[in-house]
Each structure stands twice: as C-alpha cells, then as structure tokens.
C-alpha cells in the first residue's frame, strides 16, 4: 500500500526558515512520475488549502499567501516531494499535509483543492511564533 510520509516540522519564529520532506513508501507501486502532487496545510479549525502544487510536467503553481516565500521542488529519483519555506509567518502555523492524484489532470485540474487528491500523507506540524 504507498503511503506518503512527511518530515521536517518544527517550531520556530517569525521570519524563519523550514524545509518539509515527503516520501512516497512502497514506491514501487506508486506511479510518482505521472501524479499531480501539493502541499496542503491545515490550521485549527479551519479546512484543508492547497499552497502549492506540481505536475508531472513540473508545472508549478502556488497559492497567492506563499508566492515568493514557499518553493515546492522534487526528487523524482527518490519519489521525495519538498516544500521550502522562508520567511514563515505566524499564519503560517498548521499541520502541513503532503498529497498526491496518481494520473490526473496536473495542468488544468484543480490542484490547489484538498478535494483534487487521492492519497494523504499523515501530517507534520508547523508552528510559527511571533
């Protein structure tokens, strides 16, 4: 069964710096070169916001709150998903979900929508203080 796992969370002030990794587990059966994948946040009480995808044509888009600050990247050699984040906000603080749509449509769907994903990972936290 694949699971996505992800890391890198922690706590750390305004201003500040992470770097969240995923990893897709059982990567044999997990078509990771032909799946749209995001990064999905989500802050207490407060639903699911995609704030940054990738296609598997590397198409990227972000969503307006993290445009210049959040850099998505991959490692398709190692099934790894990255989201860098610079200059982190107090906002910012939620449980950072890593997804993936095996085979979807990464350049006209919509890939900045919890809804658009088919596989979760379990979450990493993170938390910005002010």
């Known amino acids: 069964q694949v699971q996505l796992v992800e890391s890198g969370g922690g706590s750390v002030q305004a201003g500040g710096s992470l770097r969240l990794s995923c990893v897709a587990s059982?990567?044999?059966?997990?078509?990771?070169?032909?799946?749209?994948m995001g990064w999905s946040p989500q802050a207490p009480g407060k639903g699911r916001e995609g704030v940054a995808s990738m296609g598997r044509d590397a198409r990227i888009r972000y969503a307006d709150p993290v445009k210049g600050r959040f850099t998505i990247s991959q490692d398709i050699a190692k099934n790894t998903l990255y989201l860098t984040m610079n200059s982190l906000e107090p906002e910012d603080t939620a449980m950072y979900f890593c997804?993936?749509?095996?085979?979807?449509?990464?350049?006209?769907?919509?890939?900045?929508?919890?809804?658009?994903?088919?596989?979760w990972g379990q979450g990493t936290q993170v938390t910005v203080s002010s």
């Open positions: 997804a993936a749509r095996p085979y979807g449509d990464c350049w006209s769907g919509p890939v900045l929508s919890s809804g658009f994903y088919t596989i």
């Open positions: 059982a990567a044999s059966a997990f078509p990771y070169s032909k799946s749209c």
